[in-house]
């Protein structure tokens, strides 16, 4: 009887694509609201374009960010409700695995279609040329952060009836390093500096939030389950 | 007996009716200190140290601004630590003690927050300026926030506790990335203009006040920090023995005291 | 499945409070293979809660769990690997097949490939059903799903939580024939329901009166 | 030591910045004085509240015993048939 240990992750990771799939037209929403939001800018400041492009990078950056929190409520509250979570909770492997395998999927059909989308963005919002790959580069580093760093906020909300708004609440001042550096990257570029270095400390976070983030929601699923 | 049996006093000091009885004691004492300490200070401040060369006179404002940023830091590293040890141990006085730290925390940030925005308007001419100090300081109070609405939001007190003690832990480990990533955030688009809290450049005169402000501070918090956890106390152990009897007694007291006042 | 020594599972004063309110305390109990527990108490006397404790979900306040004769704290992974809960909520994702949800609770449960997952949904009678959405089924047929994980599953140790909601009288005598050859291999079941079951020798216990007696 | 500032007005005008230097000031004594005087009325609060309760759950238990004989008068008085209320009950009703 060998011992499946990595059997955990990959499991919910599959049943989670598999879900996301069947319900194509959900994993399109964040995507949606990212372009719907992004065209409020013009409107809101000006449809002139050399305003815009200084403001492009930081604004693609918050649209992201705010399209992330929109979605990650949703990563354990369909389990909680239909028991699934009370089987995750007391599955042989350790819980932070499963853990990763959900956030994972729910950073594949999220945080990667806003990844691909934002060039789309950089063209609406007059993005200098210069900015496009490393927005991409940020943006795929950076939204795995927030789905790692939404979904403790998402565990810990989870039995709550309105959480939605409390999540919010928890998970923004967690947020603010990324985005620092994530916009940073996108604006050195920009300027004509070399915009790794901001890239890599967003990926030491990244690298942290993978390691760190998967504990966290598992203390905090355990700690919830008595609510 | 296995190991944990001689950590007695380490338990007996859990216990939430040895902290009230005890901290019954302390409680006259520590107000009367906390006092004089903070009114030394503050005279001090206010009007015997010399004003700054630049800033002129509102620079007093740093007796109170500095402490209230001391003690909205360190009282969140209280507040998580309270938490972990509820978390590891399985104390319920730790998780009261995290529990009433967190508005206590919460109430000194947005002092250190007002009082360094009325700081900026001599200085940089408006109320609000995003400097790194006082960006760090407005997103501890949204960490402070966080951690009180998830306190009240749940129905069974075990998992309020336990979620607050995991959030205070997520916290302490991003309040230093957090303030790193706002002092190099901020350098980035400002050029290094003064920093608010310039302490060490400060002349003794000036930097002998502040010290006793900052110790007033650490008196006053440990003292309010005290009484909400008594409260706590009453509150989760109301239908305990020893707090209806304590109740009874208390009201017993207080009769006789009524009727003495009448006479 | 080998009957090992000591008991395969044993409560030693099992305590639970929610709120500094003790919901019970004092249970003490040993199950060994080839026994049927059924747990009574009037509602909110904390069937469900004994069970979730049972399964490693909730920590006790007081008390211990041993499985084959050590702290399941322990030796987690042989203990959640050997057994198999099924609560109030059937635990079927609605968007799926009964099929697809099937497999995935193989696939996250370590041992369990005695039968595969059409033999079983047909032996549950879903046979025609196995691949259409789960939306589109009643609830009796999801318990039926979460039922055919029993059929599927090698865990020895069975915790059912009032298994016997909302499905027909067909669907009873299915899994009362179910437990009945379970526990004739070695394996244990606790459940708990207010109907009598149609089986020889269940062992009863009452929550509030801790009292144990025998059908 | 000596004062820095001449005279009582200096001390208040404090060469123009008195007014935040007042108003910063002001708003943290009152912040910490509430910090300090609230736990202690809620203290009080608290102690008459679980005093009143138990007192109600007294009250409570003191009811239920007297229905309890009432019930036990009540049967045998229709035991033993007799015709008149039996005087606990009498005083039931003025209460």
């Known amino acids: 009887m060998a011992r499946q240990m990595d059997s955990g992750f990959l499991a919910w990771l599959r049943r989670d694509l598999l879900l996301a799939w069947r319900r194509r037209g959900e994993v399109a929403s964040p995507v949606l609201f990212f372009i719907m939001v992004s065209t409020l800018i013009p409107l809101g400041l000006t449809p002139e374009s050399t305003r815009l492009a200084e403001v492009a990078a930081g604004m693609v950056w918050v649209m992201a960010l705010l399209a992330t929190l929109l979605s990650v409520d949703g990563l354990f509250a369909s389990d909680y409700q239909d028991g699934s979570l009370e089987q995750m909770l007391i599955t042989p492997q350790l819980l932070p695995l499963p853990v990763l395998g959900k956030i994972t999927a729910h950073w594949l059909t999220t945080g990667l279609p806003l990844t691909l989308v934002s060039p789309l963005l950089g063209l609406m919002l007059s993005l200098p040329a210069a900015g496009f790959i490393p927005l991409l580069w940020s943006l795929a580093l950076g939204t795995a952060c927030l789905s790692l760093i939404g979904a403790v906020g998402a565990a810990l909300t989870v039995s709550l009836r309105k959480g939605g708004l409390l999540l919010t609440l928890l998970v923004m001042p967690l947020y603010m390093p990324v985005i620092i550096f994530g916009s940073a990257s996108v604006s050195y570029a920009i300027d004509g500096i070399n915009w790794l270095p901001p890239l890599a400390v967003l990926g030491a976070l990244c690298a942290a939030a993978v390691a760190l983030c998967p504990l966290a929601v598992a203390g905090a699923l355990r700690a919830t389950a008595s609510n | ?263 | 499945m080998s009957l090992s020594s000591s008991s395969l599972l044993s409560i030693e004063n099992l305590a639970f409070e929610r709120d500094d309110s003790r919901l019970f305390d004092g249970i003490n109990l040993t199950v060994n293979g080839g026994d049927i527990l059924q747990i009574e108490g009037a509602n909110g006397s904390g069937k469900t809660t004994l069970l979730r404790l049972l399964t490693g979900a909730l920590q006790p306040s007081a008390g211990r769990i041993n499985y084959q004769g050590q702290p399941i704290s322990e030796n987690r992974y042989d203990y959640l690997a050997d057994m198999l809960y099924i609560g109030h909520q059937p635990a079927v994702k609605l968007n799926l097949t009964a099929e697809e949800n099937l497999r995935w609770m193989v696939a996250s449960a370590a041992k369990s490939n005695r039968v595969a997952v059409a033999d079983a949904l047909a032996e549950v009678g879903l046979a025609g059903y196995s691949d259409i959405p789960c939306y589109t089924l009643s609830a009796g047929q999801h318990r039926r799903v979460a039922l055919a994980r029993l059929l599927i599953s090698e865990a020895r140790l069975w915790y059912l939580d009032e298994p016997f909601t909302a499905i027909d009288k067909q669907g009873v005598s299915l899994l009362q024939s179910c437990l009945q050859h379970h526990v004739a291999q070695g394996g244990l079941v606790v459940l708990s329901t207010h109907q009598d079951l149609a089986l020889n020798n269940v062992r009863k216990y009452n929550l509030l009166s801790r009292a144990e007696y025998l059908v | 030591m000596t004062m820095y500032f001449a005279n009582f007005d200096q001390l208040i005008a404090m060469g123009g910045h008195g007014v935040y230097v007042w108003s910063a000031f002001a708003v943290t004594v009152a912040a910490m004085l509430w910090l300090a005087v609230a736990p202690v009325i809620k203290h009080r609060a608290l102690l008459n509240d679980i005093q009143r309760d138990s007192q109600r759950n007294r009250q409570r238990q003191r009811d239920s015993q007297r229905q309890d004989q009432n019930q036990q008068a009540g049967q045998s008085a229709a035991v033993s048939n007799a015709t008149t209320d039996s005087p606990s009950n009498q005083s039931e009703e003025d209460f």
């Open chain 2, 1 to 263: 007996m296995n190991l944990f049996s001689d950590w007695t006093w380490f338990h007996r000091l859990g216990s939430p009716r040895w902290f009230y009885q005890n901290s019954g004691r302390w409680l006259p004492w520590l107000s009367v200190v906390t006092l004089v300490v903070l009114a030394t200070g503050l005279v001090w401040g206010l009007a015997f140290a010399p004003a700054d060369a630049k800033q002129g006179n509102s620079f007093r404002i740093i007796y109170i601004h500095v402490p209230a940023s001391f003690l909205a830091l360190a009282g969140y590293y209280i507040m998580a630590i309270a938490g972990a040890v509820g978390l590891i141990w399985k104390m319920k006085l730790s998780y009261m003690v995290m529990k009433s730290a967190a508005p206590i925390g919460a109430v000194l940030t947005f002092i250190a927050l007002f009082t360094g925005a009325v700081w900026g308007k001599p200085t940089w001419g408006t109320y609000w300026v995003w400097d790194a100090r006082i960006t760090s300081m407005l997103i501890l109070l949204f960490l402070y926030a966080g951690v009180m609405a998830l306190q009240y939001a749940y129905h069974s007190v075990d998992a309020a506790s336990k979620a607050g003690a995991i959030l205070a832990l997520v916290g302490t480990v991003n309040i230093p990335i957090i303030y790193k990533s706002v002092d190099w955030w901020y350098t980035l688009h400002q050029p290094a203009t003064i920093k608010l809290t310039s302490a060490p450049s400060m002349h003794p005169d000036m930097f002998q006040p502040l010290l006793v402000m900052i110790a007033g501070f650490y008196l006053f918090y440990a003292l309010v920090l005290i009484l909400q956890t008594r409260n706590e106390i009453l509150r989760r152990e109301r239908n305990t023995s020893w707090v209806r009897e304590l109740a009874a007694a208390k009201m017993t007291t207080n009769t006789i005291a009524n009727e003495a006042k009448s006479e």
